[in-house]
């Protein structure tokens, strides 16, 4: 504590307002030594005057929806969200985690200005779409309205297809999948739809019901409903590969 200054200075009101508009970090404590108060969360930087709260910072802050807990309507977060309960609406956020016990009655977005790679983890239901630049869909998760990213790995259940510049799939995909780059097929993968793609790596024990169409003659535009990039010219590096188990 500075010489001069009483213990009750820095809890006074007008104090505490002033300190808090100058985004000081002060700690005061009563008579007693008991609670704790502290100012400011770094809005600025004391000796620049610069706003600190910047967009990555937001971006690091973790919000929960509690696994009692039902929220009816849009949510919108700059920061990562995780939820364990239930959200009858739409989830724009910079990363989501969605546990098992998790739901979503609706889509899940990444934020417009959210340009890291974070990925988007699926652990639970979604009843529309997942947008992100990166999305995991993990084993025992369902997705009903399709998967929309530049790389997706599926483990679970997808329904409505998957558009993504590289995609594995080690589960189930109903409705198709276009991929701009490259997909692999793993040995559980099981594909209901047509397939396209620039390079194909089919692993032994991977099912594809549907028509597979590679290189020139794949149509890597995606539909306009779909709002995913547009792809790159196809070039001379088309190719498939399948890989079979060695023989006993």
């Known amino acids: 504590m500075e010489p001069g200054i009483s213990r009750g200075f820095y809890n006074h009101p007008t104090v505490v307002r002033i300190l808090q508009q100058m985004s000081w ?4 404590r009563t008579r007693s030594g008991g ?25 690091s802050i973790l919000s929960v929806i509690a696994k009692e807990m039902h929220i009816v309507g849009n949510c ?4 990562q969200l995780r939820i364990d309960g239930k959200i009858s609406g739409n989830v724009t956020a ?3 985690e969605l546990t098992a016990s998790g739901s979503v009655d609706g889509d899940v977005i990444a934020a417009e200005k959210a340009k890291s790679p974070r990925v988007f983890i699926i652990h639970g239901l979604v009843t529309g779409a997942v947008h992100a630049a990166q999305v995991e869909v993990r084993l025992g998760a369902r997705v009903h309205g399709g998967v929309v ?6 483990h679970g259940q997808v329904h409505g297809g998957v558009v993504a510049d590289e995609a594995i799939i080690h589960g189930q995909v109903h409705g198709g999948i276009l991929a701009r780059n490259r997909l692999a097929l793993e040995e559980t993968a099981e594909v ?19 028509n ?13 409903k779909e709002p995913a990039p547009v792809a790159d010219p196809v070039g001379a590096d088309d190719e498939i590969l399948v890989s079979t188990a060695p023989r006993i």
Request: charged residues 35%; without cysteine; proline residues 1%.
């Open 25 to 28: 970090t002060r700690v005061a």
């Open 35 to 59: 609670a704790t108060t502290v100012f400011d969360k770094t809005t600025k930087d004391r000796k620049t005057g610069r706003e600190r709260n910047s967009a990555e910072a937001r971006a």
């Open 76 to 79: 919108e977060t700059d920061g």
């Open 94 to 96: 910079h990363g989501v």
């Open 149 to 154: 990213a530049d790389e997706a790995i599926i």
């Open 192 to 210: 209901e739809g047509d397939v396209h793609a620039r390079r194909l790596a089919l692993k032994e024990g991977g099912q594809v019901n549907g």
């Open 212 to 224: 597979i169409s590679m290189g020139e003659r794949a149509n890597l535009e995606p539909s306009a």
